[in-house]
């Protein structure tokens, strides 16, 4: 089993950063591929990166790339979400999961654990 909390997400201005957290509990972090998803209101959870097991390998949605980066220390139990140049359709509440894959997928389906959510917003 693992429990994951994510952390920092807040208000900003568009064109501004964030840095989320996602601490997870448990001995085996270093098992599970990370991924990230964010969901609007009426709309579907979206995938927006994922790291794999080893952090070696990471991917991106479209929308993220160029602008977010995943990274993951396994020491610490904790992936992040760093994001640059924020626009307003960024703002979502932002779920990190996990998955016992090594890399990653974009689906979720893929992950068997997830987080409470936290809430980005960007305004213009």
């Known amino acids: 089993q693992v429990q994951l909390v994510e952390s920092g997400g807040g208000l900003v201005q568009a064109g501004g950063s964030l840095r989320l957290s996602c601490a997870a509990s448990?001995?085996?972090?270093?098992?599970?591929?990370m991924g990230w998803f964010r969901q609007a209101p009426g709309k579907e959870r979206e995938f927006v990166g994922a790291?794999?097991?080893?952090?070696?390998?990471?991917s991106y949605a479209e929308s993220a790339k160029g602008r977010f980066t995943i990274s993951r220390d396994n020491a610490k139990n904790t992936v992040y979400l760093q994001m640059n140049s924020l626009k307003p359709e960024d703002t979502a509440v932002y779920y990190c999961?996990?998955?016992?894959?090594?890399?990653?997928?974009?689906?979720?389906?893929?992950?068997?654990?997830w987080g409470q959510g936290t809430q980005v917003t960007v305004s213009s």
């Open positions: 999961a996990a998955g016992r894959t090594v890399v990653g997928g974009t689906a979720t389906s893929g992950y068997q654990y």
């Open positions: 448990g001995r085996t972090f270093s098992s599970y591929a």
């Open positions: 790291i794999a097991r080893s952090g070696g390998i990471t």
